[in-house]
Structures are given as structure tokens and as C-alpha cells.
């Protein structure tokens, strides 16, 4: 698990923490995460790279992808909260705060 999605996983305790919000009385399906950065697994990112220029492109992970990708912090924060309303991730550079606050989640 890469440091963003651990980042992100703090934060949405505290979040659900500063709301007074007990987690075992949310309803899966009308509860939606919605997380923004602006930038997935940069340390994936280089240590992957450092494999592929050290040791070969055998040697990186078949899952690099999808331990980069975005989308893995709100998945991550679903699965340990049970939501299964909408899940959206958004990325869109120095613009994610202000996207992520007003797209709506559903």
C-alpha cells in the first residue's frame, strides 16, 4: 500500500471522527467516498523505477499499475468503512481540492 493511500486512510478517520459519525450505523449503499490528489503512489512510482533501471523490466511488479492509480485511496477507505454507494477519485493537478469539493458524489 503505497504512503498516499495510507494518508488517505488516516484522513478519512479523522474525518469520520471529527464528524461524530459512527461507522457502524452507515448505510452501505446510500454511503459514497469521494478523494482527491493530486497525484496517486509517487513512491511506487520511483522505487519501480529504480527496479526497471537496476534490475530489468522483469523485476517490477505486475501490480504497479494499480498500486498507482487514484482510485485505489477511495477504494481502500470503501472497503474499510463498507460503503457502497458511488466512489469517485478525482486527480486533476493543483485544481483537485476545488473538483473534488464540487462535483457532485451522486
Do not use: W
Not at 503505497?2 to 457502524?24: C, H, K, S, T, Y
Not at 523505477?49 to 530489468?56: F, I, R, T, V
Request: hydrophobic letters at 40%; aromatic letters at 4%; proline letters at 5%.
Amino acid at each position: 500500500m503505497d504512503r498516499f493511500i495510507q494518508l488517505a486512510m488516516a484522513a478519512a478517520g479523522l474525518a469520520v471522527e471529527d464528524a461524530a459519525i459512527d461507522p457502524a450505523l452507515l448505510e452501505g449503499e446510500r454511503t459514497g467516498v469521494h478523494i482527491g490528489s493530486g497525484i496517486g503512489g509517487l513512491q511506487t512510482i520511483e522505487d519501480s523505477h529504480k527496479s526497471l533501471m537496476e534490475k530489468g523490466p522483469d523485476r517490477v511488479s505486475p501490480f504497479f499499475l494499480v498500486s498507482i492509480i487514484i482510485n485505489e485511496a477511495s477504494g481502500y477507505v470503501s472497503i474499510k468503512y463498507r460503503s457502497r454507494g458511488p466512489n469517485l477519485a478525482t486527480a486533476t493537478a493543483c485544481a483537485t481540492s476545488t473538483h473534488s469539493i464540487a462535483i457532485p458524489s451522486g
